[in-house]
């Protein structure tokens, strides 16, 4: 069974006093939780502090981007080294804003990643479609490309530990969400992809998390479908109820 993975991604949220706070509270929800890897992505003014305060313990820190290069004069960029020095074991990779916002294309993200899996930080790699992609019926091609571009050239013990989010770009802090049925496809596509792109062993062991407006109301029926291992959560991660309540219906359904 692949163990689920909740992931909260802050954005440009929360100040360091906002940040010290949330994790603590964070911390005391879920201190007895052991069967979900627990991931929380603050903004990079936040990692040193949060990255502290989690060095021990059941919650992962992660980085929302990262370079390629190891250092230069790349200015606003972080790189992999700086992220693992302040306790990051994860990095974000391709999320649509970086996408839509600031000209992320396949092969850029696929220079991350292989900076990222180099620098040993698993790459929680994101994927997926427009409104008007949807609805012009290019879902599934859209993904493909996605995954296809993010991976290339990559063989599969490069990427053994990477994890694929299916976020589809019209759910994203919008109040919609993607039914459990309409995530379920697409995440059953991505892993017959994989299947196809590598092994059916290799495709079995990879976790696919969803993401798109994830609340505690709908985590448990998304979880309950068979291809989906857990959620990348944008706006509920910023308040510890909600984001505890996601952690703990998500435990209780893997008891």
Not at 31 to 37: G, R, T
Not at 146 to 156: I, K, N, P, R, T
Not at 178 to 205: C, F, N
């Amino acid at each position: 069974m692949r163990k689920p993975i909740i992931a909260g991604n802050w954005k440009m949220n929360k100040d360091v006093n906002e940040a010290v706070q949330l994790v603590n509270e964070i911390k005391r929800g879920v201190s007895d939780i052991d069967n979900v890897d627990i991931i929380v992505c603050p903004p990079y003014v936040d990692l040193s502090d949060a990255g502290e305060m989690l060095a021990s313990g059941n919650i992962g820190v992660g980085g929302q981007n990262c370079f390629w290069e190891k250092e230069g004069a790349y200015t606003g960029e972080i790189s992999v080294g700086m992220l693992k020095s302040v306790g990051c074991g994860y990095v974000i990779i391709g999320h649509s804003e970086r996408r839509k916002y600031f000209g992320e294309t396949n092969e850029t993200v696929n220079k991350r990643i292989k900076a990222a899996i180099e620098g040993g930080l698993v790459p929680i790699i994101c994927v997926g479609e427009t409104l008007e992609e949807r609805e012009a019926g290019k879902t599934m091609d859209v993904v493909k490309d996605h995954v296809e571009g993010a991976l290339s050239g990559f063989d599969e013990g490069f990427i053994k530990d990477i994890v694929i989010a299916y976020e589809p770009v019209w759910a994203i802090g919008t109040g919609k969400t993607a039914t459990p049925d309409q995530a379920q496809e697409v995440h059953a596509m991505i892993r017959k992809l994989l299947e196809d792109l590598y092994s059916g062993e290799w495709a079995a062991g990879t976790r696919i998390l969803y993401g798109g407006s994830v609340k505690p109301s709908n985590i448990e029926e998304l979880m309950k479908q068979e291809d989906i291992d857990g959620g990348l959560i944008g706006g509920a991660s910023l308040k510890s109820e909600g984001f505890v309540d996601i952690i703990k219906t998500t435990s209780g359904l893997y008891a």
